[in-house]
C-alpha cells in the first residue's frame, strides 16, 4: 500500500472482533511508533502495549470518549515526559501514533485515538514511574464492520484544501 492511499482511505475504527492481534503484527506497529520522527531526534516517549481485557477495560473509563479501548485487541498507552514543560512533546506523541496507526491499517488492523483525562488513575492501572504521563492511547483491532475499513468519510468528507490553506500569507 502506498502512504498516499493509506492517508486517503484511513477511517478511525471502534469496533472490534475478538480476534486477537499476533506478536509480529504488534512488534510491527510498535516498531513504526519508535521510528517516528521527533524533536531533535529525541525520542521521549515509552510504549505500554495492553491485550488483559480487565486493563483495557479500566482504561477504557480513563477518558470520556474511551469506550472503544475496552473492545480492542491491543491498546498502546504513549507515555511521554511532563507535556506542560516542552510544547513539542505532544506533537511528537502525536506523530509516533499517526505512525502506527498507518502501520496499522497497511496490515488490515483498524485503530482510534483516544485522550484518557483521569492521569491517577492510567498512573494506578499501568503503574508507570511520576516522571512519565500518559495523555494518549490508541486502541487496535480488527474492525468488527469490515466496510468500515473503505467507507467514505461521514459529515460530507473532508474540508476542502482551498478552505484551509492560504498562501504566502493570511
Known amino acids: 500500500m502506498k502512504v498516499s492511499d493509506a492517508i486517503r482511505t484511513k477511517r478511525a475504527v ?6 486477537p492481534i ?4 504488534t512488534k ?15 525520542q521521549g516517549w515509552q510504549f505500554i502495549a495492553v491485550r488483559d481485557k480487565p486493563t483495557l477495560k479500566a482504561l477504557s473509563e480513563c477518558g ?7 473492545g480492542a485487541a491491543l491498546c498502546v498507552a504513549i507515555l511521554t515526559p511532563d ?17 502506527m496507526q498507518l502501520a496499522a491499517w497497511e496490515l488490515g ?3 482510534c485515538p483516544a485522550s484518557l483525562y483521569d492521569f491517577e488513575r492510567t498512573r494506578q492501572i499501568l503503574q508507570f514511574p511520576p516522571e512519565w ?13 469490515e466496510e468500515k475499513l473503505s467507507a ?4 460530507g468528507g473532508r474540508i476542502q484544501l482551498d478552505e484551509i490553506v492560504h498562501w504566502e500569507k493570511w
Do not use: C
Open 64 to 70: 470520556e470518549w474511551a469506550g472503544h479501548i475496552a
Open 22 to 25: 499476533s506478536d509480529d503484527v
Open 133 to 145: 504521563h500518559l495523555r494518549i492511547a490508541l486502541s487496535f483491532g480488527y474492525a468488527a464492520d
Open 14 to 19: 471502534r469496533k472490534f472482533l475478538e480476534t
Open 28 to 42: 510491527t506497529i510498535l516498531n513504526a511508533g519508535r521510528r517516528s520522527q521527533s524533536s531533535k531526534n529525541n
Open 109 to 111: 488492523v483498524g485503530s
Open 83 to 99: 507535556p506542560a514543560e516542552k510544547f513539542q512533546t505532544m506533537f511528537d506523541a502525536g506523530q509516533a501514533a499517526a505512525f
Open 152 to 155: 467514505p468519510p461521514k459529515k
